[in-house]
T-cell receptor, first 116, second 116 residues
Framework: DTAVSQTPKYLVTQMGNDKSIKCEQNLGHDTMYWYKQDSKKFLKIMFSYNNKELIINETVPNRFSPKSPDKAHLNLHINSLELGDSAVYFC???????????????FGSGTQLSVL | AQSVTQPDIHITVSEGASLELRCNYSYGATPYLFWYVQSPGQGLQLLLKYFSGDTLVQGIKGFEAEFKRSQSSFNLRKPSVHWSDAAEYFCAVGGISNFGNEKLTFGTGTRLTIIP
């Protein structure tokens, strides 16, 4: 069983559309994350979420919103998609709430989003 | 602001040869340093990390890295590479953002190709 799984693996869509990427972890972890990897391979955190708080990277547009129906899922919703949103999006999880420095991150295999 | 530079975009090494991947960081305080590996079609996996103490850190899969404060470097090494080591390698530095949150800043990665 895949520890952190994302769907879909590839997503091609038109500008202006609204789309979602799903993420599930079966590790029983307390914290989940979304990262964005742009065309230059820079990997940046977008959100971290546990049952106590949502931490948002200050550079993330409010068109992006995480939704967590339960502890094992953190879905990424994107409204009014723009060309610049094209990237690979990675979901990750960690066991505790100790922060990205102290906790070991487990990553999904990524979702390649292409906005046309 | 913290940053990471991986000077080599792509490295090709013969199987059985030694490997060194370069990483330079910028951070005002004592850094937390990481190396992640991303195999094709997979998410990132933690290889090793440095927090404090011994500057030579051992990781999984036979990798090691050495922290050199005077050179602001954290180079990854392996004495003898295997074909399965072909992947993308990311160096990262952990610190505190302007908003007081922990964050990981990743380099742009080095793609490793292994030839027979």
């Amino acid at each position: 069983d895949t520890a952190v799984s994302q769907t879909p693996k590839y997503l091609v869509t038109q500008m202006g559309n609204d789309k979602s990427i799903k993420c599930e972890q079966n590790l029983g972890h307390d914290t989940m994350y979304w990262y964005k990897q742009d065309s230059k391979k820079f990997l940046k955190i977008m959100f971290s979420y546990n049952n106590k708080e949502l931490i948002i990277n200050e550079t993330v547009p409010n068109r992006f919103s995480p939704k967590s129906p339960d502890k094992a899922h953190l879905n990424l919703h994107i409204n009014s998609l723009e060309l610049g949103d094209s990237a690979v999006y990675f979901c990750a999880s960690s066991q505790g709430t100790g922060g990205v420095i102290n906790e070991k991150l487990f990553f999904g295999s990524g979702t390649q989003l292409s906005v046309l | 602001a913290q940053s990471v530079t991986q000077p080599d975009i792509h490295i090709t090494v013969s199987e059985g040869a030694s490997l060194e991947l370069r990483c330079n960081y910028s951070y005002g305080a004592t850094p937390y340093l990481f190396w992640y590996v991303q195999s094709p079609g997979q998410g990132l996996q933690l290889l090793l990390k440095y927090f404090s103490g011994d500057t030579l850190v051992q990781g999984i899969k036979g990798f090691e890295a050495e922290f050199k404060r005077s050179q602001s470097s954290f180079n990854l090494r392996k004495p003898s590479v295997h074909w399965s080591d072909a992947a993308e390698y990311f160096c990262a530095v952990g610190g505190i953002s302007n908003f007081g949150n922990e964050k990981l800043t990743f380099g742009t990665g080095t793609r490793l190709t292994i030839i027979p």
